[in-house]
């Protein structure tokens, strides 16, 4: 069965990942921009990093067959650091014009503050500008406020609802959003957040419509392999394969090919690559033979 990963944080994560995702049926994967641990000191460091799940991740990507795509934002926590917001806003639009960008994201609150909502609310008018949709990061915190917040905000932005992704929900957070007409992130981790049988009680329950599942795996305790592991739970609960295939391609498929960008015919085949290749000089072997791989 093909997936779709939609938010795993490779810049995080070892080759070694990609080829484990590729054999276990990931066919492309979607990286979020995102914080990175601690909170960077000028724009050029939000540069440099924009600059590299563009580049050398899908580079990397392609090597073991995944199709790679990303998003571009200032996230909510970094919203907060005046050292960088408003530079980062600065060089946002010109990011968010490129092809392998889908959405602007991760965007959203973190700790509910005003300046977050000010920023979070700039970038929605963005991304209405480039026509793309958006991925929001929900608190961890406090998180049916933090829902409620963001949809109300969200709703006075007038962004088409089709359009926006709420992600890492919960069973707390499914009444509140299944009737607005937007996508539902589910994030899939090893201990924390959402785990494979929780997601399977909530689809038996609720179904598929307009839901999305991800690993949101990065620098943490977390797996990127948490999509293939639930589609295993999922199966052995009898849910019929149709309904597996549309929460792990079609719907993040539909949801991302809003932004005109995805070439879903491409997608059709995996990723191909000259393992002899390099990206500015550097390649993903370290020496080996890519005809023994």
């Known amino acids: 069965m093909r997936i779709f990963e939609p938010h795993a944080h490779m810049f995080s994560r070892v080759t070694d990942d990609y080829e484990r995702m590729a054999l276990a049926g990931i066919r492309a994967v979607l ?13 050029g460091t939000f540069i440099d990093y924009f600059d590299t799940i563009l580049g050398w991740e899908r580079f990397r990507a392609a090597q073991f067959g995944i199709h790679h795509y990303c998003t571009m934002a200032l996230n909510p926590r970094e919203a907060n650091d005046d050292r960088v917001n408003d530079d980062v806003m ?3 639009p010109r990011y968010c014009q490129k092809d392998g960008v889908l959405a602007v994201g991760e ?11 000010k920023y979070f609310l700039a970038q929605v008018e963005l991304a209405k500008e480039c026509g793309l949709p958006i991925l929001i990061h929900t608190p961890h915190r406090d ?3 933090g829902f409620e917040r963001i949809i109300d905000l969200v709703r006075d932005s007038g962004i088409a609802m089709e359009h926006v992704l709420l992600d890492h929900g919960n069973e707390e957070t499914i009444k509140v ?12 981790y090893p201990f924390t957040k959402m785990d494979p049988n929780r997601m399977t009680r909530i ?16 620098w943490g305790v977390s797996d990127p392999l ?17 309904d597996i295939e549309t929460l792990v391609w079609d719907n993040p498929v539909a949801f991302f090919a809003q932004s005109g960008r995805l070439d879903t015919a491409e997608l059709e085949w995996p990723a191909t690559a000259n393992l002899r290749e390099t990206y500015e000089g550097n390649a993903v072997l370290r020496g080996q033979d890519p005809d023994q791989m």
């Open 143 to 145: 998180k049916k406020k």
């Open 107 to 117: 965007i959203g609150l973190d700790d509910q503050t005003a300046k977050e909502e």
């Open 31 to 43: 990286e979020p921009a995102f914080w990175l641990g601690q909170n960077r000191t000028s724009v």
């Open 177 to 188: 959003t299944r009737d607005l007409g937007c996508y539902q992130g589910f994030s899939i």
């Open 90 to 92: 600065a060089v946002l």
């Open 203 to 218: 689809v038996l329950e609720y179904g598929v419509e307009r839901m999305i599942i991800n690993s949101a795996a990065d």
């Open 226 to 242: 948490m999509v293939p592991r639930t589609v295993m739970k999922l199966r052995q609960a009898r849910v019929p394969d149709s």
